[in-house]
């Protein structure tokens, strides 16, 4: 580790809390439906589309009528990606003659995109032609994520109002968050990218001739716009295979920089809007300072195990870091920044192979999907992640000091907290159900490249990865099978949509209650007491649940390693 490392993590977290409460400034802004710098320009498109689309913008939804939209407009979204994959070898924009993708391939790709977790068993670049990448996977891209938003916004406003049965309109609130936040911000980003040396283009693929004289196909196409969209919507579906490692996806440390700032962007300003909806930034604050703690926790341990490597690499005169599967224009630190980065935000983007880190190092990206992702966490999902979090933790503060739990003056009941419990339990049961199937069965045992305790890691963190919405993988792992493509999109489909359902329960609850004024014996919610009580909770939680598994194959794994042992 040197000082210079030390710096640059130093600067990224300064650069995020900085940009946190001028953004979310502006989002407060946007979900309240009040003018913005933007309104002269996208208010007239906005009237439009609710013209066109027949919504009326002043009637709100039941939260039951809100999340039923929501389910509806993801079949609609599913149909699309499913159907352009299908039918790609007749349909234009395919100058690399790609033909049809195969069923089960198709329907995984379709559900991990409609679940903002891009998931991909396949190689962009070899597999999807132009006109998929767009019109299938980038709009996805903005939707999945403007989704995540919206559901958070309701979720805020089920804290924010009182006695009422509605919280808000998921047309509107999908609209918006597209209008007003993530296009504005694309466009400026991609013309960044194009600058940084990222292709945007819909010409053919380059022919090369080698310096041996051989002739090399490269592969181009409309990368710049789908890179700006899947991290800024912590999507991290890559246009090519190799992700944010290929030159054409992430050229420079600039480059690395602001795909990293981008993948934390909303998700952190999202805590002040929960601030400002509610009436005290200083709830904001505390949450993200909760997120901000086990961050921090997570980046030292990962850059540590990295920078020192192991025995048995120091054995070999290997003293300077594990620089395996790390591209050398980003290094050690940059490489462990961004895996920490991408795991706590549910982005599941790559600038090195998570599969060649150590094994304590390949430990930390794992707990961050095995909490749930809240750490910042994705766009949306993050902060009403990290919500169902405090309710416990609320609720465990109550039977403390023996009074009804009371948070940002709602009263937190059995109901609140048996749907948090339920969709928090939701996850370790697909990713652990799910393992415990993948290393016996045959036909998902030949997938593994590794045995021992790292071939359990790799298939431990793909539905991991599936089930927190993720994407990223240990690579080790061959995915593209029949077995995976279903079960893998079974994960993302429940780790979505299970913890989504009473997320929005809890939301309409809360709306319909009164607001209580906060007495002599509430428990305080802005200070450090709360913020240890949050962060205790949810390792407490993890440790329950998730640990036991997690930790069983990095620990082992790293302990042979350091014997000299390789599995």
């Known amino acids: 580790m040197t000082m210079i490392g030390w710096l640059q993590i130093i600067l990224f977290c300064a650069i995020i809390v900085a940009l946190t409460k001028p953004l979310g400034g502006y989002m407060t802004a946007v979900f309240n439906g009040e003018r913005t710098f933007l309104s002269p320009v996208l208010r007239p498109i906005e009237a439009g589309i609710y013209w066109f689309s027949g919504v009326e913008e002043r009637r709100e939804q039941h939260w039951l009528t809100y999340t039923v939209s929501m389910l509806l407009f993801h079949v609609g979204g599913f149909l699309i ?154 999507n991290g579906g890559g246009f090519f295979n190799a992700n944010a490692a290929h030159p054409f996806e992430n050229p420079t440390a600039l480059s690395n920089l602001v795909q990293m700032l981008s993948i934390f962007l909303i998700g952190a300003a999202m805590t002040n809007v929960f601030g400002r909806m509610v009436g005290n930034q200083r709830q904001g604050w505390a949450i993200f300072a909760v997120m901000g703690v086990l961050f921090i926790a997570g980046v030292s341990i990962t850059y540590w195990a990295e920078a020192n490597g192991t025995s048995m690499m120091h054995a070999l005169g290997l003293t300077s870091g594990n620089m395996e599967g790390k591209e050398v224009r980003f290094g050690i630190v940059a490489s462990s920044l961004f895996a920490v980065v991408t795991t706590a935000a549910s982005c599941g983007a790559v600038n090195a192979m998570h599969d060649s880190f150590t094994a304590l190092g390949g430990m930390i990206p794992l707990i961050n999907m095995q909490l749930g992702e809240v750490i910042i966490g994705g766009v949306g999902a993050g902060l009403y992640g990290m919500l169902l979090f405090v309710v416990l933790a609320i609720f465990v503060a109550g039977l403390m000091v023996g009074r009804t739990p009371e948070y940002v003056g709602k009263k937190i009941e059995a109901r609140e907290v048996k749907m948090a419990m339920l969709a928090i339990l939701v996850l370790p049961l697909m990713y652990l159900g799910w393992t415990a199937v993948g290393v016996v069965y045959p036909a998902a045992v030949a997938s593994m490249a590794n045995a021992g305790p790292h071939g359990f890691t790799e298939v431990l963190y793909a539905f991991t990865s599936a089930t927190g919405n993720n994407g990223s993988a240990f690579a080790g792992l061959t995915g593209n099978t029949l077995f995976y493509n279903l079960t893998l999109a079974s994960a993302m489909f429940v780790g979505r949509f299970f913890m989504i359902v009473p997320a929005m329960a809890i939301a309409g609850s809360l709306a319909a209650k009164k607001s209580i004024p906060p007495s002599a014996g509430t428990f305080p919610t802005t200070g450090g007491l709360f913020v240890g009580l949050v962060v205790g909770v949810i390792l407490i939680i993890g440790g329950l649940t998730f640990f036991p598994a997690l930790a069983l194959g990095p620990i082992v794994e790293q302990l042979a390693m350091n014997a000299g042992n390789v599995f």
């Not at 296009?183 to 053919?204: A, E, H, R, S």
């Open 81 to 234: 990606i499913y159907g352009v994959m299908r039918l790609q070898a007749v349909l234009p924009f395919n100058p690399a003659g790609q033909g049809a993708v195969a069923q089960d391939l198709s329907f995984n790709t379709a559900i991990s995109f409609i679940t903002n977790t891009n998931w991909q068993n396949y190689g962009g670049e070899s597999t999807v032609s132009y006109l998929v990448q767009m019109l299938g996977l980038t709009h996805q891209n903005f939707l999945s994520a403007a989704t995540g938003i919206a559901l958070a916004v309701a979720m805020i406003r089920g804290f924010s109002r009182a006695s009422m049965r509605t919280v808000g309109n998921f047309w509107v609130d999908v609209t918006r968050t597209t209008l007003y936040v993530l296009l504005p911000i694309c466009v400026v980003y991609t013309l960044f990218l194009v600058w940084q040396g990222i292709p945007q283009t819909l010409g053919d693929y380059v022919e090369a001739t080698t310096l041996e004289g051989a002739k090399q196909t490269i592969a181009v196409g409309p990368v710049a716009s789908q890179v700006a969209i899947k991290m800024l919507g912590t």
